[in-house]
């Protein structure tokens, strides 16, 4: 059976195919949809993670007891989960182990532009790449087969353009293969220093292995087409060769991107006047050949930064655009804004008043630091906020103390952060640190999280409570506020700044977009009362704008949560 398919969704479908057993995974925009996705099929073992690392030796766990497992993140994810990756390249696995690693080339929902073919080179692991949804599916399948053959993790990389593009796919059956019995294995999987250094030979023979598989296997296939122009890539990158391109050129189409074949780049590469690799981000390919000693044009041409398109790679390659030319820029700018209710809106309006140096985090609450708010100083990466807050506060003492707090959300609290409050307890500065519990991983599209008290289901599962969990670490004071409530708001920071000790502010309320929130009716304007002083619109509320002077609620997006009335000393703002 055929079927149109997103390219997370293929992945998903593929794992099932696969006779997979476990998935564990945490959210990361663009490889979300892949465990969502995943946890359809009841065949499959599913959840959420508190983080990669966690994601990653939960997989690892499942294939030591002769299953295949999988765990899906994010680019930045893999940075995280890179300390269990690179010893589990030593190991090796019993059940196939795949790991999916998806891309943000351009920056669509990432904090920096990260090629993750490092880590696989840096691990010494081999990485597929499709390029679209029916590779996808067929990509993963093999990765699986590649596991259990050479004794090794196996990376398939995805990025934004492929995660998220559909196209159509073959649809199989579920083969669970056998479980692989578990046998004691000490010299293999107890990564001392004894054991491992006999496990790197085996890590290198290995790669030489592979490297043959590379030569020949049809992952890695060339299409002939004219010889004038030969041109080498991957992935997506394949795609916009093709479009621009067409059959006047020909093109060694790469499956496998580590490791890289060599003979079958130096045959190819004879066969053609011109080369040229045409890759996304870091110029590896391009390397590559350049090491085989071959002559070529790459980086030199296109750009290192950002994602690749048809029209660009025509643009710089000297080729007529093709003619699905571009949209004229006509379209009005929107800029990113926190959702009209966001529970976040009230705190970030009080730190502002309060004139705090705020130091934040990875999630939704990042938004805080546009206009109008302007009230988030900082943010480096999961977990970086308490970390960073603690520095801070050690080296400017009383100076940063009174005023500078770190935001972290509870979902994030959970992926990094626990470590970083530790740090605080045991070292004592006098910090104050605010969790934003609004009972959901926002920003990737509600996932639950081990706050929330259900699992990837929506079944009831354990639930952390973020109170007893902070005192247990040592914290005196913990207070929770209501980020509607404004006055109690300014109140609790202000409180908590002045004191003389590490505390911890939970800022909770639940994201307004969850389907389970009860709004009240939405607010309107008493024209008569409103003096266009404009103080609502230092909110930067979606649902508030100036209408013929005055000020404005759009009833479609209100929700009526009030911190525009309590900000109004005119009363202009009505049920």
């Known amino acids: 059976m055929k079927q149109l398919m997103l390219g997370n969704k293929a992945f998903a479908r593929g794992l099932y195919e696969a006779g997979c057993s476990l998935v564990s995974s945490y959210p990361g925009t663009p490889s979300t949809e892949i465990t969502e996705e995943a946890a359809k099929y009841d065949e499959m073992y599913c959840e959420w993670a508190p983080n990669e690392k966690v994601a990653m030796e939960v997989a690892f766990g499942a294939s030591l007891a002769g299953r295949r497992s999988f765990c899906g993140m994010k680019h930045v994810g893999l940075n995280v989960a890179a300390d269990p990756l690179y010893t589990c390249s030593y190991t090796g696995v019993n059940g196939g182990m795949v790991i999916c690693v998806a891309d943000d080339a351009g920056m669509h929902s990432s ?4 090629d993750s073919r490092h880590h696989a080179i840096a691990a010494k692991v081999p990485m597929l790449e499709p390029s679209d949804t029916a590779e996808t599916l067929e990509y993963t399948k093999l990765a699986f087969e590649l596991s259990e053959e050479y004794d090794t993790p196996v990376i398939v990389k995805m990025c934004t353009r492929v995660a998220h593009s559909q196209s159509i796919v073959e649809l199989g059956e579920r083969v669970l293969p056998e479980k692989k019995p578990y046998e004691k294995n000490i ?5 001392m220093p004894g054991n491992a250094i006999r496990r790197h030979p085996f890590v290198e023979e290995r790669t030489k292995k592979l490297i043959a598989y590379a030569e020949t296997n049809p992952i890695n296939r060339v299409e002939m087409g004219g010889t004038a122009l030969g041109i080498i890539t991957s992935s997506t990158s394949y795609q916009y060769a093709k479009e621009v391109y067409g059959d006047s050129a020909s093109i060694l189409k790469l499956g496998m991107v580590n ?4 003979k079958l780049i130096l045959d190819f590469a004879a066969k053609v006047d011109k080369l040229i690799v045409i890759e996304e981000l870091d110029p590896i390919i391009e390397n590559h050949c350049k090491a085989l000693g071959l002559t070529l044009s790459g980086k030199d041409l296109l750009p290192i930064c950002g994602e690749f398109s048809q029209n660009l790679i025509a643009q710089k390659l000297g080729e007529e655009t093709p003619a699905f030319a571009s949209l004229e820029e006509t379209l009005p700018n929107r800029p990113p804004v926190m959702c009209a209710g966001c529970p976040h809106r009230g705190l970030f309006f009080t730190l502002q008043k309060n004139k705090c140096n705020v130091l934040g985090d990875i999630g939704c609450y990042t938004l805080g630091a546009v206009a109008p708010l302007n ?4 943010t480096l990466c999961m977990g970086a906020s308490i970390s960073a807050l603690h520095g801070f506060n050690k080296m400017l003492g009383e100076e940063g103390e009174g005023k500078t707090v770190c935001v972290i959300g509870d979902s994030t609290f959970m992926h990094s952060g626990m470590t970083g409050l530790a740090n605080i307890a045991y070292n004592q500065s ?6 934003l519990d609004n009972s959901i991983t926002g920003m990737t599209g509600h ?3 081990p706050t929330t008290g259900y699992n990837i289901k929506g079944d009831p599962a354990g639930k952390i409570d973020l109170e007893s969990l902070c005192k247990a670490m040592g914290y005196e004071r913990v207070v929770v506020v209501d980020p509607y409530d ?6 609790v920071i202000q409180e908590e700044l002045a004191a003389k000790e590490p505390s911890v502010i939970i800022s909770r309320r639940p994201c307004a977009l969850l389907k389970y929130v009860k ?3 939405p607010l309107c304007v008493n024209k008569e009362n409103c003096k266009s002083c404009k103080a609502c619109m230092r909110l930067g509320c979606p649902a508030i704008s100036m209408k013929d002077g005055k000020a404005h609620v759009d009833a479609t997006l209100c929700v009526g949560c009030g911190v525009c009335k309590q900000l109004c000393k005119f009363d202009a703002f009505e049920s």
């Open 375 to 378: 009230s988030v100083d900082m």
């Open 430 to 435: 006098n910090s104050t640190v605010i969790i």
């Open 447 to 449: 996932q639950q999280n």
């Open 187 to 191: 010299a293999k999987y107890v990564m």
């Open 486 to 491: 404004l006055a109690e708001c300014n109140r």
């Open 259 to 262: 490791p890289l074949p060599e």
């Open 111 to 114: 904090q920096n532009e990260q």
């Open 519 to 521: 709004h009240n009716p």
